[in-house]
């Protein structure tokens, strides 16, 4: 299967991020890399981003029984690695490639990787990854996500989510 967590993304807490999600997800769908989609968001939002996900891709030949939406709102990446981990231990689903935002992902694996140690996690290559090279002029707003990120993976240390 493919997860796809759909979330803030940025530090100004506007989204754009899902639309990336959305073609990642679809490009790897349609290699044939698996044959289920399951959207989960950690925001409760007006027009929910997992809900335009899913227009995107059935918009673009994606069919509907392939996708899965998270009706719940976890409040953090915990939660939401729990609740959908425990979901693909009751389908049997033990291999995953999981997208999310690219600075997330490291937070993100840790915590899937400490509580879900049977379900093989793939992160692909995603439209918007970062350079592997170093960047001497990153703005403000990444440095802002680059720092939260690092501050929730200590919080999530200490607080023995992994």
């Known amino acids: 299967a493919i997860v796809v967590f759909s979330g803030d993304g940025y530090s100004t807490y506007l989204n754009t991020g899902y639309q990336k999600r959305a073609l990642d997800s679809k490009k790897y769908l349609e290699k044939g890399y698996a044959d289920k ?20 891709l059935l918009n ?3 069919e509907n029984e392939q996708i899965y939406i998270f009706e719940e ?3 953090s990446t915990y939660e939401n690695v729990i609740m959908v981990g425990n979901y693909l ?4 689903i033990n291999n995953i490639i999981f997208i999310t935002a690219p600075y997330h992902t490291r937070r993100a694996s840790l915590i899937w990787n400490s509580n879900f140690p049977n379900i093989k996690i793939k992160i692909p ?16 707003d990444t440095i802002k996500v680059i720092i939260y990120e690092y501050l929730a993976i200590i919080h999530n240390k200490l607080n023995d989510r992994f």
């Open 73 to 75: 709102y976890p409040a």
């Open 60 to 62: 673009n030949g994606i």
């Open 89 to 92: 231990k009751t389908k049997k």
């Open 125 to 140: 290559s995603l439209v918007d990854s970062p350079k592997k090279n170093i960047q001497w002029q990153t703005d403000l």
């Open 37 to 56: 989609i399951i959207l989960s968001s950690g925001r409760d939002q007006t027009i929910r981003e997992v809900n335009l996900l899913k227009l995107f």
